[in-house]
């Protein structure tokens, strides 16, 4: 938010017109005592926070990975409609959330938000990689992610994501990705909702980005709800390019859900442009 400052010139007396002895007064009174500010307070986010997170919660985060992706991945030969590598991930997510020590406060979500007898596309804000964690712990059912195909090259992630069944997108080559849309329309109908992040990547600065033309083709395609999600204080607790993960309290707002009933494709912008404006005042809104 942009702070005004307000400066008020303190009124000038006439020298001539004063009346006798007050200039006098004036120079004897006693200078305004000016109480000096206080020191800023030491980020409690320093060198302890910055060797905590190196050689504690990073690597136990790393380990979780490769132990329960392991896992994952050996499931998949054997669990074809990807709930036991779901129950894994959700394992996972669990498991980083509490080493991380940064509570979640859901706020806004009702009964109607994780009712899915109708197709819903849940559309989550993008700041951090703990985003996903956060997703998966706390929307309490089965669901696909749409992802861009960059994830594929990280060990165990990328393979996880490939083998359970998750949405790939190739933004460099989007008619590569016809199978992969298909299969999402599919689940969609089938009752399986879809979590996208319409920003299509991390941000780098905190702000929201403009969101990816044609982000909600599938929602607007499979005539689902959409409920837009803010994801708050996540790119604090850990941007692009660190691995400092500054603990601290977070916060899941759920916004009202949004209809692409009656629809057609050529809405897509404007449902784009809705979503956006939802996710924003979530985002911004004072809690």
């Known amino acids: 938010m942009t702070k005004i400052a307000t400066t008020i010139e303190p009124e000038k007396e006439d020298v001539a017109t004063s009346?006798?002895?007050?200039?006098?007064?004036?120079?004897?009174?006693?200078?305004?005592?000016?109480?000096?500010?206080?020191?800023?307070?030491?980020?409690?986010?320093?060198?302890?926070?910055?060797l905590r997170s190196y050689f504690i919660l990073s690597p136990l985060i790393w380990a979780y990975t490769i132990v329960l992706g392991s896992l994952s991945l050996l499931s998949s030969f054997v669990d074809r409609n990807g709930r036991i590598q779901h129950a894994l991930a959700r394992f996972w997510s669990w498991l980083i959330l509490k080493t991380i020590?940064?509570?979640?406060?859901?706020?806004?979500?009702?009964?109607?938000?994780?009712?899915?007898?109708?197709?819903?596309?849940?559309?989550?804000?993008?700041?951090?990689?703990?985003?996903?964690?956060?997703?998966?712990?706390?929307?309490?059912?089965?669901?696909?992610?749409?992802?861009?195909?960059?994830?594929?090259?990280?060990?165990?992630?990328?393979?996880?994501?490939?083998?359970?069944?998750?949405?790939?997108?190739?933004?460099?080559?989007?008619?590569?990705?016809?199978?992969?849309?298909?299969?999402?329309l599919k689940s969609l109908r089938g009752g399986i909702p879809l979590v996208i992040f319409p920003e299509g990547g991390?941000?780098?600065?905190?702000?929201?980005?403009?969101?990816?033309?044609?982000?909600?083709?599938?929602?607007?395609?499979?005539?689902?709800?959409?409920?837009p999600i803010a994801l708050v204080d996540t790119f604090d607790l850990l941007p692009m390019n660190t691995y400092h993960i500054k603990c601290q309290p977070l916060e899941m707002r759920v916004g009202e859900i949004i209809s692409t009933k009656g629809l057609t494709l050529r809405d897509t912008e404007a449902v784009s442009e809705r979503v956006r404006a939802a996710i924003e005042t979530l985002h911004s809104a004072a809690q």
């Not at 006798?20 to 986010?45: D, L």
Request: aromatic content about 10%; hydrophobic content about 40%.
């Open 19 to 50: 009346a006798p002895g007050r200039q006098a007064e004036q120079s004897e009174a006693p200078a305004a005592r000016v109480t000096p500010e206080p020191f800023a307070r030491k980020s409690r986010h320093g060198w302890p926070s910055r």
């Open 101 to 184: 020590l940064s509570p979640v406060k859901v706020l806004g979500a009702d009964e109607n938000t994780f009712d899915n007898t109708r197709p819903k596309v849940y559309a989550v804000t993008h700041a951090s990689a703990l985003d996903i964690p956060i997703i998966y712990v706390h929307l309490p059912f089965q669901f696909r992610i749409i992802f861009k195909s960059e994830l594929l090259s990280y060990p165990f992630v990328g393979w996880h994501l490939r083998r359970s069944g998750q949405v790939c997108i190739n933004q460099q080559n989007p008619s590569a990705s016809i199978g992969a849309i298909k299969s999402a």
């Open 202 to 227: 991390r941000t780098r600065d905190g702000k929201i980005q403009p969101f990816l033309p044609g982000a909600f083709f599938l929602a607007i395609k499979a005539q689902a709800d959409i409920v």
